[in-house]
């Protein structure tokens, strides 16, 4: 991969992206991904040929509001390598993405399918999980964690 799409992809992921976690479902209570919502279907469809992943779409609300594209790679894998990659070039999202990392990290750890986890992995997830949420809280600037 070309040091220039790397360094774009950051951009596009500090100023439209979201690195998260969530909490899911029983049997993998936590997940972590990257996400990229956008108006432009091309910018997506770049996201999608350098980095894998899909599109889905949310319709336009009411009124003057346009279709909203929505990028996301569900692989595990591949989110840890995305993440790997552009850690040096982000700027506004560093610290989401060094959180998402080390979640990432555990999982893979974890093996495949569903990872069964210990009580102290659950604790663990958990804390990154409170973490992750402070950081992306709207409204407020957060202290890094």
């Known amino acids: 991969m070309k040091t220039e799409d790397l360094a774009y992809f950051a951009g596009i992921i500090d100023g439209e992206g979201s690195i998260y976690i969530l909490q899911?479902?029983?049997?993998?209570p936590y997940y972590a991904g990257l996400a990229?919502?956008?108006?432009?279907?091309?910018?997506?469809?770049?996201?999608?040929?350098?980095?894998?992943?899909?599109?889905?779409?949310?319709p336009a609300e009411k009124g003057r509001h346009k279709i909203v594209y929505l990028w996301r790679n569900g692989v595990i894998k591949d989110n840890l390598t995305i993440l790997e990659q552009i850690l040096p070039f982000l700027i506004v999202k560093k610290q989401q993405a060094l959180l998402a990392l080390e979640f990432l990290k555990l999982q893979v750890s974890r093996g495949k399918g569903r990872?069964?986890?210990?009580?102290?992995?659950?604790?663990?997830?958990?804390?990154?999980?409170?973490?992750?949420?402070?950081?992306?809280?709207?409204?407020?600037e957060v202290e890094s964690v």
């Open 24 to 28: 899911f479902r029983q049997s993998q």
């Open 36 to 58: 990229v919502y956008n108006t432009n279907r091309v910018l997506l469809e770049w996201v999608v040929e350098h980095f894998g992943g899909n599109i889905t779409t949310k």
């Open 115 to 140: 990872p069964r986890y210990s009580h102290d992995d659950i604790n663990l997830l958990r804390s990154y999980y409170e973490q992750m949420s402070k950081l992306n809280k709207r409204g407020e």
